[in-house]
């Protein structure tokens, strides 16, 4: 029987050290006998001390207990728990320093992984620092020996949810609240099984979703309704799977939110994607449709497309826009999208872009005539002018190469992750011919290490 490894003994005592970078998770980074260590709430430049918080085979992990010589961009941080709290990163440097460090982090990836480098660093889109996430998961747990129900994001390093009483960077209709909600759950008959509450805020309205492991009893739902009905805030429960959600109160709930540049309304569910920040969404969606340069008469691609938050608004812009996504749900609602908005130059498709796309017959706006295929399309013999693609994490490598084969000269990439498009754009540079001509970083999620970012890919 295999024996289990224990865990190295910590030091105890304090190390001074010098803060020589920032790593892509928002990290202090100094060196101690030769071995890296990553320092949280440390910054690039300060002298500081810190204990010793994890120690692993290739580094090890610090927090900072004093600051002897602060770096100039350092502020304090407006959360009570930050230093705690595993929702944010880096409240303790200026906002302005944060998005100037995440565009160090995108180029790096540029130059480390993809051997690129754009021919122009766009910049920074930026918004609100404070109140601007609109969606979030957040735990619920009852804790006796704290005399309360503890809700709100979990301890860095650990399974424990956060005691906070507020949230800065939640929407304050639910950041400044969280004491009266845990006060609410607290009352319940069934406060011991509400296991976690989805936030989903729209323009006008919020919306809690309350996953309850067993069924409420009539009491509970009472109290449910009057505190939504007092704080003006629809309430949903879900029993089981996302399948089994249902308004509470009241009876009718439909979540919107519009981009009033391109005159459209999107509907979503509470438990349903959107974009968190809709600020940096209401700048990033008419940013990269200029960066398109979109024409009256050009089809256009959007890939991982979601309910259409690219494609509507492209569709007022070109003559036909194909949206396309992996989940049948998330086209579904793209469809009643455009339906709501009367937008009938878009048609949308269920595909998993990781696999072989290229013999599907919207890919090439193929036809079938007599046994043949016709692969000519309204414009000679490629079926698009332009791609947009939006991919999750993980990036689109699997579809690069049939989106090359498109012959496309402009691409405009969105992304939540700088490693999976550093990747993919040495790939399409290298591999495919086209240029790195722009690209830049957008303040999606400030005080985290998140880095949300867009590139222009060029072919003459």
């Known amino acids: 029987m295999a024996r289990r490894r224990r865990r190295p003994k910590l030091p105890t005592e304090p190390v001074r050290a010098t803060i020589e970078d920032l790593s892509h998770d928002g990290r202090g980074v100094t060196h101690i006998d030769g071995k890296t260590v990553f ?5 690039k430049g300060e002298e500081v001390s810190f204990l010793y918080v994890e120690k692993k085979r290739s580094y090890d992990v610090g927090a900072v207990q004093t600051v002897h010589h602060a770096a100039p961009e350092r502020v304090e941080p407006k959360c009570a728990v930050f230093g705690v709290c595993g929702g944010c990163a880096l409240q303790h440097m200026e906002a302005g320093a944060q998005i100037l460090a995440k565009q160090e982090v995108l180029l790096e990836n540029f130059e480390r992984i993809g051997k690129v480098c754009p021919g122009e660093v766009l910049p920074p889109l930026t918004g609100p620092h404070w109140g601007y996430r609109r969606k979030a998961r957040l735990g619920v747990r009852n804790v006796p020996k704290k005399g309360r129900v503890l ?5 860095k390093r650990k399974p424990y949810i956060v005691d906070m009483q507020r949230c800065e960077v939640l929407h304050p209709s639910v950041g400044e609240h969280l004491h009266e909600l845990s006060e609410l759950v607290g009352s319940l008959d069934a406060c ?3 296991a976690q509450i989805e936030v989903a805020v729209d323009d006008r309205q919020t919306a809690l979703v ?5 069924p409420l009893s ?7 309704s009057v505190f939504a009905q007092e704080h003006e805030i629809c309430f949903f429960l879900q029993p089981g799977g996302p399948d089994s959600v249902e308004p509470l109160w009241p009876a009718q709930t439909q979540l919107s939110y519009a981009l009033p540049e391109f005159d459209v309304r999107f509907n979503f ?3 349903g994607f959107t974009q968190v920040n809709t600020d940096i969404n209401r700048k990033m969606v008419p940013y990269a449709i200029d960066l398109l340069e979109v024409q009256p008469d050009e089809r256009v691609l959007d890939l991982f497309c979601g309910i259409g938050n690219f494609t509507l608004p492209l569709a007022r812009r070109a003559k036909q826009v194909v949206g396309v996504e992996g989940l049948d749900i998330l086209v579904q609602r793209a469809r009643e999208n455009a339906a709501l908005n009367g937008i009938d130059n878009v048609e949308f498709h269920v595909a998993d872009l990781a696999k072989g796309v290229e013999l599907l017959p919207w890919w090439s706006h193929r036809r079938v005539s007599s046994g043949h295929v016709d692969v000519s399309s309204i414009h000679g013999d490629k079926g698009f002018d332009k791609v947009l693609l939006d991919p999750a994490r993980d990036g689109a490598m699997e579809a690069l190469p049939h989106i090359a ?3 496309v000269k402009r691409i405009v990439y969105v992304s939540c992750n700088p490693a999976t498009l550093a990747r993919d754009a040495g790939l399409l540079v290298h591999d495919h011919g086209y240029t790195l001509e722009k690209a830049g970083v957008m303040d999606m999620f400030p005080h985290t290490a998140h880095v949300e970012s867009i590139a222009l890919f060029t072919k003459d």
Request: net charge negative.
């Open 210 to 214: 309350f996953r309850n492991l067993d």
């Open 151 to 155: 809700i709100g994001f979990r301890e």
């Open 405 to 407: 084969k498109l012959g």
């Open 269 to 271: 569910t509470p438990t």
């Open 192 to 194: 011991d099984r509400i």
């Open 39 to 43: 320092v949280e709430g440390a910054l």
């Open 218 to 224: 009539d009491n509970d739902r009472e109290k449910m």
